[in-house]
């Protein structure tokens, strides 16, 4: 689901929560996972933005327009839990990644239109869907794209 305007997230993810909840998707798919990020990314001070939301389905379930079935490859990704609302914990996210001495930050920093590669992973969706468990209640996963370090090699390692 992707959409471009006032409050991008609450229409991206309604569509994506209707549609899981029309074809009981909980049942069918009750290991269902959701994902989400800008698109594009906010270029200045207005904040303005667009959202697109993902959830994990079937191979072979019809998607109708305007939802758009797409395949992700995945990766390795660093993860950082949060509280609905706490985006601002993304700045000391991407600090850790950058003083990190194992890994580091594997996304593409140019691609500012798709957040750089940078997700939200929304925990229990399930939950979400089957029993509309509500947005006070909501954590996240901030999902950064990682890969180790090629100088990492020769070198004692420590966390970071």
């Not at 667009?50 to 959830?55: K, L, Q, R, S, T």
Request: charged share 25%; proline share 5%.
């Amino acid at each position: 689901s992707h959409y471009i305007g006032d409050d991008p997230e609450l229409h991206a993810n309604a569509l994506i929560d209707n549609f899981v909840k029309e074809r009981a998707l909980e049942k069918v798919k009750p290991d269902l996972r959701c994902f989400g990020f800008n698109h594009p990314n906010p270029v200045d001070e207005t904040g303005y933005h667009g959202y697109e939301a993902w959830v994990t389905i079937p191979a072979d379930l019809e998607i109708p327009a305007p939802l758009e079935k797409k395949q992700f490859n995945g990766g390795l990704y660093a993860a950082h839990m949060i509280s609905f609302g706490n985006f601002n914990e993304w700045d000391a996210f991407l600090e850790w990644i950058m003083k990190n001495k194992k890994y580091e930050f594997a996304g593409d920093l140019q691609d500012q239109e798709h957040m750089c590669g940078l997700m939200e992973e929304h925990l229990n969706f399930y939950n979400h869907i089957a029993h509309d468990v509500d947005l006070d209640h909501l954590q996240l996963d901030l999902l950064m794209p990682i890969r180790e370090r090629k100088d990492n090699q020769n070198r004692d390692v420590g966390g970071g």
